[in-house]
């Protein structure tokens, strides 16, 4: 595909270098050198520099041609303009990031393809949803649902109470005896390297304390079990506090304080009290989240879970381990550069949250679609999760799981069929129809995708 991409911020950096590694026919348009010197650097892209919603700009992008226009600057307006004006001149799809939660909601009501634009998309709301399921799974570092939650995968970090700890992989099958789950990745702090090391596990591999290792398990007993051997359980949270005077703070203070009682901690004196005007369920405080004093005076003892979402990455490090040291179980901080993500996981926070990631997570999907049924990059992680679909004529077919010469870069680890879940083992055999999720470095993954061709 030929995909213009407005904007070269972290979304539309992280978003390039994705669909780059596909083999797209990418173009990236920014204002600022700096942004589209990084990109010439780091990604296999071209590059123009201009404004998005120039027409003379978007034909020098070859806009006529385009399979599609991805507007992520930071602006709404841009975004929009540029998606209108780059339909009218051809490009055959669009889609734009927006700032504004009144445009998402009135989606059904406003006919956004009648001015050009096929989907529109608000970072803030991702976050707030994701933020809302790591409470509900609060034993957990990471959470995703696949096929409506049948299947999941969760990280966790192993440590002195686990039963895996110093186990094999293969012995960890004999704590497994129902196959209601199974490892498929490992992150690992190397001494004297600044990033982790992402382990796909083989059956000699061993899982060391201070690891986070991922697993794919089922929702009927899977994830409990995990849960139970990792001495972990899922926390009853009641009271909530969170820091932060960023967009993603109000959202998930609006939607959280129906389920929570919620604390908010702003330190801009003006939003205080335009959120404690529009958030009558939410006690909203003005006050500084890295002040160990007054955050204790507030009660940060006694909160169940402490949400670091302001816009600085570094305050809401400092926040959220101040939390922990006064005993808060459950932290998430928001990560704004995807750079520090192994950094906060190596100091113990191990849940952090990125709507950048989430946001070109899901534009990924939305060019996928029809290709696999799903894609999902975790933060941290040097892996991706996809789901494909088992077709007739398949390479797969008619061969044992451990027969077909699976790729030593990516691990199976779980399939739908029927609506039933399946765990596999080397002695699994695929037929037509199955959904199958798998965990692939990145070097991998075109060839296990062609084997399911």
Request: glycine share 6%.
């Amino acid at each position: 595909m030929k995909i213009i991409i407005a904007g070269t911020g972290e979304v539309g950096f992280h978003l390039s270098k994705l669909l780059a590694q596909e083999s797209h026919d990418i173009v990236v348009i920014d204002y600022s050198q700096k942004a589209l010197e990084k990109a010439t650097r780091n990604l296999d892209v071209s590059i123009i520099k201009g404004d998005a919603t120039s027409i003379k700009v978007l034909e020098n992008a070859g806009i006529s041609k385009a399979d599609l226009l991805i507007a992520a600057t930071s602006t709404q307006q841009v975004n929009i303009l540029s998606c209108v004006i780059g339909k009218k001149l051809g490009v055959k799809k669009c889609i734009a990031r927006i700032s504004n939660s009144e445009l998402l909601h009135r989606r059904e009501s406003f006919d956004y393809k009648s001015i050009g634009i096929d989907e529109v998309i608000y970072p803030e709301t991702l976050g707030a949803s994701e933020i809302k399921t790591l409470l509900k799974e609060s034993a957990v570092s990471d959470s995703f649902e696949f096929d409506k939650g049948k299947l999941k995968l969760i990280g966790i970090k192993i440590d002195e109470r686990s039963e895996l700890k110093d186990k094999s992989l293969a012995e960890t099958s004999y704590l497994n005896p129902k196959t209601s789950f199974t490892p498929v990745a490992i992150v690992r702090d190397i001494e004297d390297k600044i990033e982790n090391e992402t382990i796909i596990p083989r059956s000699h591999n061993i899982l060391k304390q201070g690891d986070i290792a991922y697993f794919i398990a089922n929702s009927d007993n899977g994830v409990d079990t995990v849960l139970s051997l990792s001495g972990r359980e899922n926390l009853q949270i009641k009271n909530l506090m969170i820091y932060g005077g960023s967009d993603l703070a109000y959202i998930s203070a609006k939607h959280l304080s129906k389920k929570y009682n919620v604390k908010l901690i702003c330190e801009d004196l003006p939003k205080c009290e335009k959120f404690a005007d529009e958030l009558p369920n939410v006690m909203v405080l003005n006050g500084l989240g890295t002040d160990i004093d007054f955050l204790r005076e507030e009660d940060l003892d006694s909160m169940d879970a402490f949400l670091a979402l302001s816009n600085e990455t570094e305050k809401n490090i400092l926040a959220s381990l101040a939390a922990k040291e006064s005993g808060v179980k459950k932290t998430i901080s928001q990560v704004e550069n995807i750079d520090f993500v192994p950094l906060a996981h190596n100091m113990g926070l191990n849940t952090t949250i990125n709507i950048k990631y989430l946001t070109a997570n899901f534009i990924v999907n939305y060019i996928r679609e029809g290709e696999l049924l799903n894609f999902t990059s975790v933060e941290g992680l040097d892996a991706e999760v996809i789901e494909v679909e088992v077709k007739e004529g398949s390479n797969v077919l008619e061969s044992q799981l451990k027969d077909i010469g699976f790729p030593k870069d990516g691990i199976v680890g779980g399939v739908i069929r029927n609506n039933e879940t399946k765990i596999p083992r080397g002695n699994f055999t695929f037929e037509v129809g199955d959904r199958v999720l798998i965990v692939t470095k990145k070097e991998g993954k075109k060839s296990i995708e062609s084997m399911f061709k």
